[in-house]
């Protein structure tokens, strides 16, 4: 099921990872499995770092973007990043079709999320962990 | 060093070999192995850390070759975790 974002029909959501209306984004959209939120993607050369490879930068953005965005769709409230780790595994092809799969453990004040990179076979390429602090109201 | 532990990792290191965990010991030369390479190498510390719930330091699992190792290193991450 395709999950909406709280603020999906505001004129001023302009994210770099998920609004449709940034032309320069990564314009993500997402799925809500109930326990897991995932994205899929497949980036063209603007990403790129070297020839033929996707950016490992943006592949943080991405994580980030879907573990942040699970904690604001179980909450209600945005979620500031407080620190985040990457593992790279192997190479993110551009052109290649990926999944970004992000789960959460919710603390009364911190919140713990993991979320992992798979190619189209379902092979681990990449995996990151977060934690979140939830803001009190809307931003 | 946890017998638990022990047999996690050598499930996860089998699994990512393609082999059977009775056919590694734990002092077998994972480099050494068929198949394996360091792609393989890094999807089985993700995994691992995955499982543990751990952060393995790049300077702990670089250089590391055998199961008995992947365990020590585990174990001290998960003690490091404990605090």
Same mark, same amino acid.
């Given at each position: 099921?395709?999950?909406?974002?709280?603020?999906?029909?505001?004129?001023?959501?302009?994210?770099?990872?998920?609004?449709?209306?940034?032309?320069?984004?990564?314009?993500?959209?997402?799925?809500?499995?109930?326990?897991? !939120?995932?994205?899929?993607?497949?980036?063209?050369?603007?990403?790129?770092? +070297?020839? /033929? *490879? $996707?950016?490992? &930068?943006?592949?943080?953005?991405?994580?980030?973007?879907?573990?942040?965005?699970?904690?604001?769709?179980? !909450?209600?409230?945005?979620?500031?990043?407080?620190?985040?780790?990457?593992? +790279?595994? /192997? *190479? $993110?092809?551009? &052109?290649?079709?990926?999944?970004?799969?992000?789960?959460?453990?919710?603390?009364?004040?911190?919140?713990?999320?993991?979320?992992?990179?798979?190619?189209?076979?379902?092979?681990?390429?990449?995996?990151?962990?977060?934690?979140?602090?939830?803001?009190?109201?809307?931003? | 060093?946890?017998?638990?532990?022990?047999?996690?990792?050598?499930?996860?290191?089998?699994?990512?070999?393609?082999?059977?965990?009775?056919?590694?010991?734990?002092?077998?030369?994972?480099?050494?192995?068929?198949?394996?390479?360091?792609?393989?190498?890094?999807?089985?510390?993700?995994?691992?850390?995955?499982?543990?719930?751990?952060?393995?330091?790049?300077?702990?699992?670089?250089?590391?070759?055998?199961?008995?190792?992947?365990?020590?290193?585990?174990?001290?991450?998960?003690?490091?975790?404990?605090?």
């Amino acid at each position: 099921m395709t999950a909406a974002l709280p603020w999906a029909g505001r004129a001023d959501h302009h994210c770099f990872g998920c609004s449709p209306h940034n032309p320069t984004g990564l314009q993500l959209s997402f799925a809500d499995s109930g326990d897991a !939120l995932s994205a899929e993607f497949c980036l063209d050369k603007r990403y790129e770092s +070297y020839p /033929g *490879v $996707v950016h490992g &930068g943006i592949l943080g953005v991405i994580c980030d973007e879907t573990m942040g965005n699970l904690i604001v769709m179980r !909450l209600g409230v945005p979620a500031l990043t407080t620190s985040m780790r990457m593992r +790279y595994v /192997g *190479v $993110v092809r551009v &052109g290649g079709r990926y999944r970004c799969v992000a789960r959460a453990d919710f603390k009364p004040e911190l919140v713990h999320a993991t979320a992992e990179l798979l190619d189209f076979a379902g092979s681990v390429v990449g995996t990151a962990t977060a934690s979140y602090k939830p803001q009190r109201s809307e931003l | 060093m946890t017998l638990a532990v022990s047999t996690t990792v050598t499930e996860i290191v089998a699994a990512e070999l393609g082999r059977a965990p009775e056919s590694l010991r734990p002092d077998t030369d994972l480099r050494a192995v068929e198949g394996a390479d360091s792609i393989k190498v890094l999807r089985m510390v993700a995994k691992i850390e995955q499982a543990y719930g751990i952060e393995l330091e790049d300077d702990e699992i670089f250089g590391l070759t055998t199961i008995d190792q992947v365990v020590a290193v585990v174990d001290k991450a998960i003690a490091r975790e404990q605090g």
